[in-house]
């Protein structure tokens, strides 16, 4: 029995509220949710020049057709290593068995900063649809800052949808991001190294990953080890 006299789709909803998250470029549309991010400098740019990877090599390894940068190295890599980026998740609960069934779920769950969509559409059967995402925050973004962005937007996105159905969105959870500086003394050492070793100068990767531990290994282990040496725990 279709409900769609009566009511507007629920899921109809979540995907026309996920489709105003990202472009088909990969640009996230959430106004303001890039004005945070650390300025990329002269010197970092020219670093990706120098970075011996074959962008058609990892054309051919993910199985793409095309890059959405082409065949820009610089843009691709930066796109991957430096600048935030928004990933839809699936949709959680919908029919996605063989056939064609036309049923209507009764509960829809779509999935580092996380995020949740939901769209409620009939009090009387209870129907909800959930959408997840996420976006990989870089320096000097926050989550609170990008939590405010996003759902400011999603609030505003949904007003102009006009839909009789109710939504709500949140954020489940958030991590800071982490970067280290290359010119420490440990990276230079190495650089030292490998070139002695390898008779080549190594070329430095800054890989995006969804955890939080690096954050909080780089702000909290120099505090511990301040603590232990205060209780003589280490050696000066």
Request: hydrophobic residues 40%; contains cysteine.
């Amino acid at each position: 029995m279709g409900f769609s006299f009566f009511f507007l789709s629920g899921m109809a909803d979540l995907i026309a509220m996920m489709n105003t998250l990202v472009d088909k470029d990969g640009k996230i549309l959430v106004e303001g949710i890039s004005d945070s991010v650390a300025p990329v400098t002269k010197e970092e740019l020219d670093s990706y020049k120098d970075i011996e990877w074959d962008v058609e090599d990892f054309r051919k390894d993910v199985g793409a057709s095309k890059l959405i940068h082409g065949t820009d190295k610089v843009k691709t890599l930066m796109a991957r290593w430096r600048f935030p980026s928004l990933s839809l998740h699936g949709i959680e609960g919908a029919f996605a068995e063989p056939g064609g069934k036309t049923v209507i779920p009764r509960k829809v769950i779509g999935e580092d900063t996380q995020f949740m969509l939901v769209t409620h559409f009939s009090p009387m059967f209870s129907y909800y649809y959930i959408g997840k995402f996420s976006i990989r925050i870089v320096p000097n973004m926050t989550p609170a800052e990008v939590e405010k962005k996003v759902v400011a937007y999603v609030k505003k996105k949904w007003a102009e949808r006009g839909s009789t159905n109710t939504m709500k969105v949140s954020m489940t959870h958030g991590g800071r991001p982490w970067v280290s500086d290359v010119n420490h003394p440990n990276y230079q050492a190495g650089k030292v190294a490998t070139k002695l070793v390898y008779g080549v100068d190594p070329d430095l990767t800054r890989e995006g990953e969804h955890c939080y531990c690096h954050y909080l290994a780089a702000t909290y282990l120099p505090l511990l080890k301040t603590v232990l040496k205060a209780s003589s725990l280490l050696p000066p």
